[in-house]
């Protein structure tokens, strides 16, 4: 169970319902991630760091599908069931 | 689990590309844990220099089983010398041919291409600290033709997700993706 309450949608500031909506079409997804949620808690952080996931998460040199698998790698040694 | 999810939908729809990657990551913690546990010399970049706590069996004092073993190694890895973890396994020519077996079969090219598979064990080495680990695989990342910006994109994914893994075991957060994961192929 999480240490701290994740808050609602709608009690987040009104503007990152663009960056929530970005996610969900990043993700292919209808509602917003947990991990989404504790960034945007700060927007600051969401707003730096989420630029950051986005830049390194795209297709470049390595397609996005094997940057995935790599996330998986990397959790998977951090044993991280998230 | 999210990232397994978003690789389903994002090109590696099939169980068979998850499960060629988890043997990957698992091949590759357990030789490092061994060679970086046990201070075997790095093969590529012996610096500063390791001396190993265990005795390594060279070419020239292995059995003929060994030799032959060893000859697959270094035609793998297009190598001159055969890494040194092997020669910690070559202690015990069973375990060394069925362990190099694995190792072998878990990284040739299936699902997932051998660069793909590199690329894994190089994100893992690195997540685990490994200094064996990520001698190895850096060196085959580039033998096997990832640029320098390929390489960066690595460890990018490597930094955020070690970030992301550790604020959500601290916050003690239950996976949100569970269910798109089953419904994916």
Redesign the interface.
């Known amino acids: 169970m999480e240490t701290v309450r994740l808050l609602k949608e709608h009690e987040f500031p009104p503007e990152l319902q663009k960056y929530f909506e970005g996610t969900k079409a990043w993700f292919n997804i209808d509602y917003i991630p947990k991990m989404t949620k504790v960034l945007a808690y700060h927007p600051e952080m969401s707003s730096t760091h989420g630029r950051c996931s986005r830049r390194a998460m795209v297709d470049g040199a390595l397609k996005r599908c094997q940057k995935e698998m790599i996330a998986v790698a990397v959790s998977a040694i951090n044993a991280c069931n998230y | 689990?999210?990232?397994?999810?978003?690789?389903k939908?994002?090109?590696?729809p099939e169980d068979g590309?998850?499960y060629e990657?988890?043997y990957?990551?698992g091949i590759t913690?357990g030789i490092n844990a061994v060679a970086d546990g046990l201070r075997i010399p790095l093969d590529f970049s012996n610096e500063p220099a390791r001396k190993p706590l265990v005795q390594l069996v060279e070419p020239e004092a292995a059995s003929e089983g060994v030799r032959e073993i060893y000859k697959d190694i270094m035609a793998f890895y297009q190598v001159e010398r055969v890494p040194n973890l092997f020669k910690v396994l070559a202690h015990d020519e069973g375990y060394l041919r069925d362990y190099w077996g694995a190792v072998r079969f878990v990284f040739e090219d299936r699902h997932?291409d051998r660069l793909?598979k590199e690329?894994?064990a190089l994100?893992?080495s690195l997540?685990?600290k490994s200094d064996y680990g990520t001698d190895l695989h850096l060196r085959e990342v580039r033998r096997l033709g990832?640029?320098e910006?390929?390489i960066l994109?690595?460890i990018?994914?490597?930094q955020?997700?070690?970030?992301?893994?550790?604020?959500?075991?601290?916050?003690?957060?239950?996976?949100?993706?569970t269910e798109?994961l089953h419904t994916s192929k």
Do not use: R
């Not at chain 2, 604020?167 to 993706?177: K, N, R, V």
């Open positions: 689990m999210a990232h397994t999810a978003a690789g939908l994002q090109g590696y590309y998850w990657a988890a990957v990551y913690n997932l793909t690329a894994v994100a893992a997540a685990a990832l640029s910006k390929g994109e690595v990018q994914v490597v955020l997700f070690s970030c992301y893994t550790k604020i959500a075991d601290g916050l003690q957060l239950a996976p949100d993706f798109l």
